[in-house]
């Protein structure tokens, strides 16, 4: 396969994963296909990740998260600056991982796929091919 095409598979892989996560917190999936099914669980889900923070910042660290997870995904779909949110992306899900790992044991990290969206994430920002992305237009302007 040609590089270009699997840098594309792989953002589209990375980005849907993610912004499904973010609109399972939104109410957007079924109840029954639901992990957390509204933003209210998703917070609790996020002190359970956390507990060695404060109670009263988990609102802010899951919007953070939330933020992020809408953000990077959307840039990576359309190929804004690629190769940094691969990385900023790869840091996140990093993140989540160890986090996963360390409050909740290596299963979940497992079943969610969570290293291996790491690991995807960061090839990206490793393959320098540009194929449909918007930095594209970006690099012919200078």
């Known amino acids: 396969m040609y590089p270009k095409i699997i840098k594309l598979l792989l953002r589209f892989a990375v980005s849907t994963a993610m912004l499904s996560a973010v ?3 939104f109410e957007l999936w079924p109840a029954e296909i639901s992990v957390w099914g509204n933003m209210e669980a998703f917070l609790q889900y996020t002190q359970t990740l956390l507990p060695w923070l404060p109670a ?7 919007w953070l998260a939330t933020i992020f997870e809408i953000i990077f995904p959307v840039a ?3 190929g804004f600056r690629t190769e940094f949110f691969a990385q900023l992306s790869g ?7 160890l986090s996963m790992l360390f409050s909740v044991g290596i299963k ?3 079943d969610y ?3 291996n969206a790491t ?6 920002s490793l393959l320098k091919n ?8 970006f690099e012919k302007k200078q």
């Open 23 to 25: 609109a399972d917190r």
């Open 56 to 62: 009263s910042l988990i609102p802010l660290a899951g």
């Open 76 to 78: 990576l779909l359309l």
């Open 91 to 97: 840091f996140l899900l990093l993140t989540f991982s």
């Open 108 to 110: 979940p990290v497992f």
């Open 113 to 115: 796929s969570a290293l």
């Open 119 to 124: 690991a995807a994430a960061f090839a990206i």
């Open 130 to 137: 540009k194929y449909l992305e918007l930095d594209i237009l």
